[in-house]
T-cell receptor
Framework: GAVVSQHPSRVICKSGTSVKIECRSLDFQATTMFWYRQFPKKSLMLMATSNEGSKATYEQGVEKDKFLINHASLTLSTLTVTSAHPEDSSFYIC???????????FGPGTRLLVL | AQSVAQPEDQVNVAEGNPLTVKCTYSVSGNPYLFWYVQYPNRGLQFLLKYITGDNLVKGSYGFEAEFNKSQTSFHLKKPSALVSDSALYFCAVRRNQAGTALIFGKGTTLSVSS
């Protein structure tokens, strides 16, 4: 199947700093990428949908100025958590789908811990 | 509005026995249905999907799922469970439109005992 990578896999940062998470589709062109947040033993919460070359569409309740999403190419999307706070600590997972969009392939996730 | 229900938080089964993880859905139009598995501190791995065609879908690692339109269900099954199948399983639905996000159920933890 298609491969999606995320970097870093784990990050610890101080409160007030910004953190960038990269999501790459390694063997296909990702027309659309999605960013999810997952709390312990909970389901995935969709944060935003991004299409290459256009602004991301954020879900209700997700602060677009805090969670900056860029989808500059067909293989790369980035999520930047700006001025991170302890409550932003979570497991962030990206997924990508190709032009046909039938199946989403997920990255391995990034564990963010804000101290 | 689309939604997915996984009525069981946890399913326990002995190794070698058949397993079923339940899922029901609600979506306007024809659904795209998916099952994913998640191991601890990992992303989601795709197991199988139903788009159209045969109601019985076969996927990875010996899993299969049956689409039942009248009951709006898409239960995940495996004839003989393995200890290594122990993980968190998510059912998801999507509208029949490219580029739309998946809506996930809350997840079901499968525990297979030896």
């Amino acid at each position: 199947g298609a491969v999606v990578s995320q970097h870093p896999s784990r990050v610890i940062c101080k409160s007030g700093t910004s953190v960038k998470i990269e999501c790459r589709s390694l063997d296909f062109q990702a027309t659309t990428m999605f960013w999810y947040r997952q709390f312990p033993k909970k389901s995935l919460m969709l944060m935003a949908t991004s299409n290459e070359g256009s602004k991301a569409t954020y879900e209700q309740g997700v602060e677009k100025d805090k969670f900056l999403i860029n989808h500059a190419s067909l293989t790369l999307s980035t999520l930047t958590v700006t001025s991170a706070h302890p409550e932003d600590s979570s497991f962030y997972i990206c997924s990508a789908s190709g032009p046909m969009g039938e199946t989403q392939y997920f990255g391995p996730g990034t564990r963010l811990l804000v101290l | 509005a689309q939604s997915v229900a996984q009525p069981e938080d946890q399913v326990n089964v002995a190794e070698g026995n058949p397993l079923t993880v339940k899922c029901t859905y609600s979506v306007s139009g024809n659904p795209y249905l998916f099952w994913y598995v998640q191991y601890p501190n990992r992303g989601l791995q795709f197991l199988l999907k139903y788009i159209t065609g045969d109601n019985l879908v076969k996927g990875s690692y010996g899993f299969e799922a049956e689409f039942n339109k009248s009951q709006t269900s898409f239960h995940l099954k495996k004839p003989s469970a393995l200890v290594s199948d122990s993980a968190l399983y998510f059912c998801a639905v999507r509208r029949n439109q490219a580029g739309t996000a998946l809506i996930f159920g809350k997840g079901t933890t499968l525990s297979v005992s030896s």
